[in-house]
């Protein structure tokens, strides 16, 4: 069976992105943390199941819980960086990003004493208009990213993206991208990649965009979710319409899910996928020169 990439963005409920401006920033220490308690689940989940995963991490939760990176970490996963204060790319200064993933990097390795390879931005806030982003992230060490989305999507995407991992070559820097997983249906790429669409879709899509990629195109599926996924009891914030649906459905749901899916496929990190710890120009990616997606 091929080997999927199981990924865990770990942030706290209030963190996300739909919720700016709804939960101030400087409240944010202030709320009920439930983010030790969930992401302690995942790992058991994991562990029953046998499986590591790749974490990446946010900075100001493991500034806030360095315990909780080391069990990670001690547990044998990959831990690699969500940024620091998740801020969307869009919504930063070229200066302003390089401080953040800069930071939260250093922070990482000096918990774990181990080199921090990987990096995910919030909201997939990689895009057409942030490209400039994988610069930086090369810049400061960084060997792949896995922040681009090939769907198109209200909030985030890059629909020319390929589907599957690749080398950006960029103004004399080499990073791997990783992008989010797809199924290709005629001219369209559907997301199967997890979170949302995990909880808010039958099983069945899941289970069967993973079973096409890994079957019809042999190749591996990264695979995301957040620890407030399988928090149903988490407090509900009063945003619009729109954002409660795609936040608080299926909450219930998702730790059953994911169990099942365990089961059903092989995971493990992202090394899985991109063996950057052996070769930082993996053999069989692409090579392609951005910004050829503007």
Request: charged residues 25%; hydrophobic residues 40%.
């Amino acid at each position: 069976m091929t080997i999927n990439a199981m990924t865990i963005d770990v942030e706290e409920h209030f963190h996300v992105s739909v919720f700016d401006g709804l939960v101030p920033r400087d409240r944010w220490t202030r709320l009920e943390s439930r983010v030790c308690a969930n992401t302690g689940r995942l790992l058991q989940i994991l562990g029953d199941a046998d499986v590591r995963a790749t974490f990446f991490v946010l900075g100001c939760v493991a500034e806030r819980f360095p315990q909780l990176v080391r069990d990670i970490a001690s547990q044998g996963h990959e831990v690699a960086s969500h940024g620091y204060a998740h801020r969307l790319i869009s919504d930063q200064t070229a200066q302003a990003f390089r401080d953040d993933v800069r930071r939260a990097k250093a922070l990482l390795e000096s918990i774990t004493g181990l080199p921090v390879r990987g990096y995910r931005a919030p909201s997939y806030s990689v895009t057409p208009r942030t490209l400039w982003a994988l610069d930086i992230l090369a810049d400061e060490g960084h060997e792949y990213d896995a922040s681009i989305f090939p769907i198109h999507h209200d909030r985030y995407g890059i629909p020319l993206s390929p589907r599957h991992p690749y080398i950006v070559r960029r103004n004399g820097r080499t990073l791997i991208e990783a992008p989010a997983s797809t199924t290709a249906v005629g001219p369209l790429n559907l997301p199967i990649a997890g979170g949302g669409y995990f909880r808010l879709l039958p099983y069945a899509w899941t289970h069967w965009g993973i079973s096409r990629v890994n079957r019809r195109e042999g190749r591996p599926v990264i695979f995301y979710l957040h620890p407030w996924e399988i928090d149903p009891d988490q407090p509900r914030l009063d945003a619009g319409l729109i954002s409660r649906f795609r936040h608080y459905r299926n909450l219930g749901k998702t730790e059953h899910r994911l169990r099942r899916l365990l089961g059903d496929f092989r995971f493990g990190p992202m090394a899985a996928v991109l063996d950057v710890t052996a070769d930082p120009d993996p053999v069989g990616l692409p090579a392609l020169t951005l910004p050829y997606l503007w």
